[in-house]
């Protein structure tokens, strides 16, 4: 019986291997975020995102608030491409480039920021590109704030920490006003501050820092017994600190509070949106891709009917509503990896076994030859 029960399960996990790399009948959704008119960057640069878009040209392109009307059932030959936050380049580097192809997109908005930075979008953008009919705009939530997953120290902000990063977590530690964080004047004021391990505050609960957090800090990391301390001490100290005294320096988000804090973050999103757009979102690709971890039927109720993901992996045509997955066209080293994965009709759960599979394969192979 035993022997029987093996055989089936690897029959079907060879079924399974054949299915995916053998499927045809699949639909990419593309991710992009900063398109950047120098290489080096943190998004992709313009040229490349160019050759890209030029490979695609041939491919059917669908904005998402096309694929209602369509029953979510894509045809053959399909592909989808989104953007996340609404960054300024979108409409000066990207838009000339969708035209020029004729191919259509989605990006999904942090509203917060939207016409009050000028990384971001203004409202006169996004009406132009909005009404030429190749670009939609759907949500990302009002803020795209993170908060504290758990209170464990894994790092330092330092004078080269990324821009972007500094700015999200810029709020955890300071009352910011709607996006008036400053690269130059206020990147400075996180040097130093710990990294905790983090998520975006509409995926969990978390915790926050009290608001003398950084002043109690500040005489911490400027004592001499703390700064002639190594980097791996000073994490090690810090994290026994933590736990020790985490009802000084934190404070517990209630249910109630993060209930509140979720329906904020949709509900504003969705309010500008409307207001600016005349048109109702209904799609929401999750911030930093962290997946609400409460009933997705709240947020359903809330307007939600199509939620967009990070995780990695090709669609069936016959998309799935709660996770429409993405690849990040910024992760290729060049066109021909690019080329590949388009064509590449693996979900996501098998390129997690075939991730874990190589990982053993390495873990065998260097026990093997030690």
């Not at 021909?336 to 873990?363: A, Q």
């Amino acid at each position: 019986m035993a022997v029987i029960l093996v055989a089936i399960v690897i029959l079907l996990f060879l079924i399974f291997i054949i299915y995916n790399k053998t499927r045809k009948k699949f639909a990419i959704c593309l991710m992009y975020h900063s398109i950047d008119d120098k290489p080096g960057k943190e998004g992709i640069f313009v040229d490349e995102f160019e050759e890209q878009m030029k490979l695609i040209k041939d491919k059917t392109s669908f904005k998402m608030e096309e694929l209602k009307k369509i029953n979510y059932k894509l045809p053959e030959n399909s592909i989808l491409v989104t953007f996340d936050d609404g960054y300024k380049n979108n409409y000066t580097l990207a838009y000339p480039i969708l035209k020029k192809y004729n191919i259509k997109a989605t990006i999904f908005l942090n509203t917060r920021y939207v016409g009050n930075n000028a990384d971001y979008l203004s409202w006169e953008n996004i009406k132009e590109m909005y009404e030429s009919g190749l670009v939609d705009f759907q949500m990302h939530t009002h803020s795209h704030d993170l908060t504290i997953k758990r209170i464990k120290v894994v790092d330092f902000y330092e004078k080269d920490t990324s821009p972007y990063f500094k700015r999200e977590s810029y709020n955890l530690f300071y009352e910011g006003k709607d996006g008036h964080f400053n690269v130059k004047n206020d990147s400075g004021k996180l040097d130093g501050l710990p990294v905790f391990k983090l998520l975006s505050q509409v995926s969990v609960a978390g915790f926050r820092p009290k608001k003398n957090f950084v002043e109690k800090y500040r005489k911490i990391e400027n004592s001499d017994g703390f700064r002639k301390k190594s980097r791996k001490e000073k994490i090690e100290f810090l994290n026994k600190l933590f736990v020790e005294k985490k009802d000084e320096f934190f404070y517990k988000i209630d249910e109630n509070k993060f209930a509140e804090i979720v329906n904020f973050e949709i509900l504003e999103n969705k309010k500008i949106i409307e207001k600016n757009l005349h048109k109702t979102p209904f799609v929401l690709a999750y911030p930093w891709g962290h997946r609400y971890k409460g009933n997705r039927e709240d947020l359903k109720k809330l307007g939600v009917e199509v939620f967009v993901t990070t995780r990695k992996g090709a669609n069936s045509l016959n998309l799935n509503k709660d996770w429409i997955y993405r690849i990040s066209g910024d992760d290729f080293k060049n066109l021909s990896e690019f080329k590949k994965e388009i064509n590449n009709g693996e979900t996501p759960l098998y390129k997690k076994i075939k991730k874990l599979f190589l990982t053993e394969k390495r873990i065998i192979y260097i026990i093997d030859h030690t």
